[in-house]
């Protein structure tokens, strides 16, 4: 924002916010956009300092990227201590699929406390 500029609006002079074109970025992912509803709802005065500065999709974006990094990260370490092999998943396909749903929430749970809701 270069120069600031006022609107009349009664007998009040409100300041005619401008946000500045961003270029076009690839849309939001699921983690981006819970870290953007964690930050409307809790965290307001981050936000809008995010918004205003023209901050915001940028943070979002690189939230969304590194929740998805740590997920592709932490499924397979979750799943080998959980024992859910190769072979398991031959053996006895419903009980592979149960451990790798578990483990995906246990590597969500971990995201969201560590990334998202901080």
């Known amino acids: 924002m270069s120069e ?6 009664g007998d009040y002079q409100i300041p005619a916010l401008i946000l500045e074109e961003q270029p076009p970025q690839k849309p939001l992912g699921k983690y981006g ?3 953007k509803t964690y930050l409307k709802e809790h965290r307001t005065a981050l936000y809008n300092n995010l918004l205003l500065t023209g901050k915001l ?6 939230i969304d990227e590194a929740a998805n990094g740590r997920l592709e990260q932490m499924i397979p370490e979750l799943a080998k201590a959980a024992g859910a092999t190769e072979a398991l998943k031959a053996r006895d ?3 592979w699929v149960g ?6 929430a246990q590597a969500e749970e971990i995201i969201l406390t560590e990334l998202i809701n901080n």
């Open 57 to 62: 999709t940028a943070h979002l974006q690189e």
């Open 99 to 104: 451990l790798m749903n578990n483990c995906k």
């Open 4 to 9: 600031l500029h006022y609107i009349q609006n």
């Open 33 to 35: 956009r819970m870290r």
């Open 93 to 95: 396909p419903m009980r």
